[in-house]
């Protein structure tokens, strides 16, 4: 289940706030977004991956933390990213 390094590169090229921008909160909640999607559709197709679908909610949990986190430290960064990658703002 693990992301192939050009998905990687082209998420991390789509995000990132400069050239050598691999960690920034945008470039982490961007991959873990792929993350998500791919695990939402693979338990889709297998409903009874009980570890797939613990480890779904862990992702689930940390991209909710790093969105958190922006929305305090810098609001416009956050309202850019959620706009970017089409996610709902939750409070």
């Known amino acids: 289940m693990a992301q192939d390094s050009a998905k990687k590169r082209e998420i991390t090229s789509a995000f990132a706030r400069n050239p050598q921008d691999t960690g920034s909160v945008e470039v982490q909640v961007?991959?873990?977004?792929?993350?998500?999607?791919?695990?939402?559709?693979?338990?889709?197709?297998?409903?009874?991956?009980?570890?797939?679908?613990?480890?779904?909610?862990?992702?689930?949990?940390?991209?909710?933390?790093?969105?958190?986190?922006?929305?305090?430290?810098?609001?416009?960064?956050?309202?850019t990213l959620i706009e970017k990658l089409g996610l709902k703002d939750r409070g």
């Open 30 to 79: 961007a991959l873990l977004s792929d993350r998500i999607k791919t695990l939402t559709q693979h338990l889709k197709a297998n409903q009874k991956d009980h570890s797939s679908r613990l480890g779904l909610r862990k992702i689930v949990s940390h991209r909710k933390r790093l969105l958190s986190y922006l929305k305090r430290k810098d609001f416009k960064r956050y309202a």
